[in-house]
Structures are given as C-alpha cells and as structure tokens.
C-alpha cells in the first residue's frame, strides 16, 4: 500500500473539490471580518490546502446570489479584485468592499499592510 500525502504540519491535506470542501470555503470567508480581506491563496492554506486557491475561487463562484458569504472580502495574490470579476461583478466588489471601509488603490489594489486579516477570529 502507497504512503498518503500530508501538509507540511503532518495533519491530512483537504480534499479540494465537492460540496464539503466548497462548505470549508464559506466557513472560513464567514470568519473574515468587516474590513478585511484575505486571497484566495490564504484561504486554501487555512483549510490545509495552499494549493487549492483556484478550487476557492470556484467555491465562491458558485455561490447563491442571496448566500451569507461575504465573498467580495476574497481578492487575489496581487491585491486586486480577480480578473474573473471584470465588468459588473468587479464594480459590485469594490462598491462593497468601499462599503466595508476597504480602500482600493488608483490602480485598483488593497494595500494588505492596512487591510489583509491576519486569518485569526479577531481580525
């Protein structure tokens, strides 16, 4: 019989697909606190998967229209809304995340010194 992959920490990596790991996701975006943001990247990473990040972006995507998820709170690596969300969607993010007291950059950016949560409930 093989070996079985483990994180780093030694713990069992999280399966990064079906509807639990989706549920994983909205707990953990539910824990990010008004204000903040974290990426997709942190959000994989704190499920025990850091290189699931695209599965998170597919979560979130596939979420409700009318879900409790404050999904606007997940941006990318980069500081910016997803390249996904151009258009209307990226609009919406941004108005919410101003609404949040998230301020965006000229270019579009969150500067993460001020508002990147720091993954723990608190803020």
Known sequence: M???RRNRDGSAPARAT???FFE???EVVRRIP???VATYGQVAALLGSPRSARSVGWALHALPACADVPWQRVINSDGR???GSRGLGARIQAQLLRDE???LDRAG???FRRFLWDGNAGG
């Open 24 to 26: 994983r996701v909205y």
């Open 34 to 36: 008004r204000g903040r």
């Open 81 to 83: 809304i997803s390249a």
């Open 101 to 103: 007291g998230v301020r």
């Open 109 to 111: 950016r969150v500067d």
């Open 2 to 4: 093989g070996t079985r």
């Open 18 to 20: 079906g509807a639990s």
